[in-house]
């Protein structure tokens, strides 16, 4: 079991540019999230899936969308980055909602 | 809004101590609290999760504690290893799907 998979590990954009954050768990988990970490304001939800086929907005959801597009896997994308989206970006899942999170080891992204 | 809190943000110990970790949260009506511990420039790991039904939850020399009427948990590590250095988060979810992370504590266990 390789558990949360996160590609890429890190990321260097020109303000401006797109780009998507791919995510794939293997527990078969119903629900998956996407974090953004950030020096002095800790983790923060951006969007999460509750089930397939369904996405919510999270605390800090402008300027990003999602795809859910199997059970297995639940992508983030920038279309336009500027620089206060650099972060730490960590993808999550779990089996239920309210159930125990499992995260991905993180994409680091650097917007120039 | 739930706003959570962790003190000590750092904290530097000798090998071998009992330690324990504070996590305070300001809104009482929670579903569970989870802590996790995150090493350097890695993902978070899963430690403990408590119902908002249970008082506390262990494993191995962890043991958490919560008081959700005073909005409080605690993180004891028994018997500290430097292996334990790392940074601890707790998180709780209210109502919803959205976890709250309070800031975490960074600890060092000195050998």
């Known amino acids: 079991n390789a558990g949360v998979t996160q590609t890429p590990k890190f990321q260097v954009l020109k303000t401006g540019q797109s780009m998507t954050l791919q995510c794939a768990q293997d527990?078969?988990?119903?629900?998956m999230y996407w974090y953004r970490q950030d020096p002095g304001m800790g983790l923060r939800l951006i969007y999460y899936s509750a089930s397939e086929g369904t996405t919510d907005k999270g605390e800090v959801p402008n300027g990003y969308n999602v795809s859910r597009l199997n059970k297995r896997e639940f992508s983030l994308r920038l279309e336009s980055a500027a620089p206060s989206q650099t972060s730490v970006y960590f993808c999550a899942s779990s089996e239920g909602a309210g159930e125990t999170q499992y995260f991905g080891p993180g994409t680091r992204l650097l917007v120039l | 809004k739930q706003e959570v809190t962790q003190i000590p943000a750092a904290l530097s110990v000798p090998e071998g101590e009992n330690l324990v970790l504070n996590c305070s949260f300001t809104d009482s009506a929670i579903y569970n609290l989870q802590w996790f511990r995150q090493d350097p420039g890695k993902g978070l790991t899963s430690l403990l999760l408590i119902q908002s039904s249970q008082r506390e939850q262990t494993s191995g020399r962890l043991n958490a504690s919560l008081d959700k009427s005073s909005g409080r948990s605690t993180l004891y590590i028994a018997a500290s290893q430097p292996g334990d250095s790392a940074t601890y988060l707790c998180a709780v979810r209210n109502a919803g799907n959205m976890l709250t992370f309070g800031g975490g504590t960074r600890l060092m266990v000195k050998p």
């Open positions: 527990m078969n988990h119903n629900s």
